[in-house]
């Protein structure tokens, strides 16, 4: 497989897994809308559904197709045929078809959910691999909770898939288990104990159970893996998967890992909003990169450092993730500069006494009110300097 060995490819599933959170189910227009944004941001891979899951999902699979033309549309599916059958009909209008097929690889997967053997499951993905193949070049297999699963069954089971034709292989850190350390370990032994695994692209899903599946993400891509399953905001089953926005920012800003996506990181914030809305699920306002505070500053220390150079205290730009800009917010704990800051911008330009003066008025009211508006400063001015 031919491919930029310094690309991370970004595989997109917040209309799959991001879908699943309770009370956050799309109907087919909306599905197609966040298509559409995500393929405008750059993602390269949509999974769009698990079209045996229910007939709405086989019908989103079919239009959101129809809808986009750049990104590969990704259909999810078990190791068995009849689901298989299903997905290759709801991909068949798809530019780019993939299916999205597997099976679980830990001891615990296999022995309490399948209650099966190694040997067995290890031939049932191989079979759904090769069945998948009859239908679209580009098969992708996961090896369920990988991050639990024994390493050297593990990587047989990866070579075999490979062997039976699977062009990208997912090693999810189904549970949150891992440590960076060992979900790092475990990509860089599937590097290079897997004979054949030049043929195939390592892809990491991770979840944050532990509040790790950005860390192990990016461990797993510098430990080799080239493709990233993440969802906007982070959402998705139980405490939510891997953000694409703070793994695309990680890669942009630490230059040294020499990696690098295609993703328009100006569309972060826009579609941040939109997949909130759409999904009804509120963005915690201390959310690294689309937050609403992520650059707002308060502290009286850090308003000064910021106010004398932005990255004393930001390392990214809020007008390179779409923010509409870096916040100086008014509390008890603003210092004096801050003050200044605001009163300059609404046209009151005070000497150094009449400054001190109103920075004591305005520390009691800080001390009564969460926030000063512009409204409170005027009124600041108006007051006390007459």
């Known amino acids: 497989m031919i491919h930029d060995p310094n690309k991370v490819y970004i595989f997109d599933t917040t209309l799959r897994d991001g879908e699943q959170v309770p009370g956050c189910q799309l109907d ?22 698990f079209p045996v899951s229910s007939p709405g999902d086989f ?22 045929k009849s689901d298989i059958d299903v997905a290759a009909d709801a991909l068949r209008f798809a530019k780019r078809p993939r299916i999205h097929t597997g099976i679980g690889a830990s001891d615990m997967h296999i022995k309490t959910k399948f209650n099966s053997t190694r040997e067995d499951i290890l031939a049932r993905g191989v079979e ?13 297999f ?13 990587a047989k089971m990866i070579e075999a898939v490979i062997s039976a034709g699977a062009t990208v292989v997912n090693i999810p850190d189904t549970n949150g288990y891992c440590l960076p350390d060992q979900y790092g370990s475990k990509i860089l032994y599937l590097k290079e104990h897997v004979k ?3 043929k195939a692209i390592i892809s990491v899903h991770c979840h944050n159970d532990l509040g790790l599946a950005t860390a192990n993400s990016i461990a797993g891509l510098q430990n080799g893996a080239r493709q990233v399953e993440c969802t906007v905001n982070g959402i998705g089953e139980r405490a939510g998967n891997t953000s694409m926005e703070e793994v695309v920012m990680i890669l942009k800003t630490h230059k040294s890992l020499n990696l690098h996506t295609n993703i328009n990181t100006q569309g972060f914030y826009n579609i941040s909003r939109h997949v909130s809305e759409q999904m009804h699920m509120p963005v915690q306002p201390n959310k690294a990169i689309v937050g609403g505070n992520a650059f707002s500053h308060s502290s009286g220390i850090h308003q000064d ?31 004096r500069h801050a003050l200044k800051h605001h009163l300059d911008r609404l046209g009151h330009t005070l000497d150094k006494d009449n400054l001190d003066i109103v920075y004591k008025q305005f520390l009691v009211l800080a001390d009564s009110k969460q926030g000063i508006d512009d409204h409170d400063l005027n009124q ?3 007051l006390h300097l007459v």
């Open 28 to 49: 087919t227009n909306q599905k197609i809308e966040i298509a559409k944004s995500l393929e405008f941001l750059g993602v390269d891979v949509i999974e769009a559904g």
């Open 59 to 80: 019908t989103s699979v079919i239009e959101l197709s129809k809808a986009v033309k750049d990104p590969i549309i990704c259909a999810l599916t078990r190791a068995n």
């Open 128 to 140: 759904a691999v090769r069945y998948a193949k009859k239908y679209v070049e580009d098969v992708e």
């Open 142 to 154: 996961y090896a369920e909770d990988a991050g639990r699963a024994d390493i050297e069954f593990l």
């Open 196 to 198: 054949n695994i030049d």
């Open 305 to 335: 450092g910021f106010l004398k150079n932005r990255e004393n205290y930001e390392i990214i730009k809020p007008e390179d993730v779409g923010f509409p800009s870096a916040a100086i917010v008014l509390t008890a704990r603003s210092g």
């Open 380 to 382: 600041l001015v108006t």
